[in-house]
């Protein structure tokens, strides 16, 4: 019962190296593709395993591939300038204290226990999620990004364009061209195009009429009553305050670090000057994963 390791007498077959001959190995993906920069809804239909360097695999299943397939081909910008979307953003642990669900404690606690040595607290204003990118000038855009008019872009975290007014994004790109300018970022990050995770401020340039018909009393008063706008304006009863309190986090943060490793991928494909099907398949993952039955309260 005990397992030994002999030479062998001699060798009985020598394998064939390499095991294709070169006419007969499979084509690269250039070749498979030689118009990589044209999208085919093959690329994105059904369920799909998307390799990441952050995550390794991360599964897109078919039903939320069908619905954000929906969105992508009805509203989504060009898609040439969809170099990332960002991830959905996951609350803390909910507090003990009376009548709080939330507390600062316990986000800091949450990193403590990760190893975070230092945390930066920032007030946090309302605003609008969105992504800038943007392009020193046109010949960048036409060169780097395919696209022939424009210098940039902005649009939703679901890849809609963020105005509807072309005058007003142009003019807001201009700034943002300006501020970099200014600060010398171009030269600092020896780049000629920039893509920011941002906010817009303040939220009524994109919620106006939200923003004075319901959240207007709440959204006066930085504490316990913002939260009304998120879990509604009677959460505080102590029946629902329970009921918040028991709630399940772990999908909603596996959801967050599984769309933040494909907005990552996503980026790093692009900066390697793959494809823009490579590029697209781990933006629409993002897309696709929004779909997923998560709580929107969380």
């Known amino acids: 019962m005990e397992l030994v390791s002999v030479p062998a007498k001699h060798t009985y077959y020598r394998p064939a190296r390499p095991f294709l001959a070169p006419e007969a190995a499979a084509p690269s993906v250039e070749e498979e593709r030689p118009y990589g920069d044209l999208l085919d809804i093959g690329d994105v239909a ?12 991360v599964t897109i299943r078919e039903e939320n591939a069908a619905a954000g397939l929906e969105v992508m081909s009805r509203f989504a910008i060009d898609p040439r300038w ?10 803390s642990e ?3 204290r009376e009548d709080l669900l939330e507390h600062p404690a316990e986000a800091f ?21 969105a992504v800038i990118v943007v392009c020193r000038d046109e010949q960048t855009s036409r060169t780097r990004f395919g696209v022939g008019e424009g210098a940039g872009a902005c649009y939703t975290r679901t890849g809609r364009s963020f105005f509807e007014d072309a005058a007003l994004e142009e003019g807001l790109l201009d700034k943002v061209r300006g501020a970099l300018d200014l600060a010398g970022m171009w030269e600092e ?6 893509c920011l995770d941002c906010e817009i401020l303040s939220w009524s340039a994109k919620a106006v009429e939200l923003l004075r018909g319901q959240y207007a009393a709440v959204g006066a008063r930085r504490g316990r009553e913002y939260l009304r706008i998120i879990y509604g304006p009677e959460y505080t009863a102590p029946g629902n305050l329970e009921r918040l309190r028991s709630r399940r986090l772990g999908t909603k943060r596996s959801l967050a670090v599984r769309e933040f490793a494909l907005g990552v991928e996503a980026l790093e494909r692009f900066v390697r000057r793959e494809p823009l099907y490579r590029v697209h398949e781990c933006v629409f993952g ?12 969380l």
Do not use: F
């Open 46 to 57: 059904g369920m799909r395993i998307i390799p990441t360097r952050l995550q390794r695999n």
């Open 82 to 91: 969809l170099v990332y979307l960002p991830p959905a953003m996951s609350p």
């Open 94 to 96: 909910t507090s003990q």
């Open 109 to 129: 606690a949450y990193y403590r226990q990760q190893g975070v040595p230092e945390v930066v607290c920032e007030e946090k204003h309302m605003g609008s999620r």
């Open 189 to 194: 990050l020896d780049t000629d195009w920039i």
């Open 286 to 297: 993002v897309l696709a994963l929004e779909s997923e039955p998560v709580d929107p309260r």
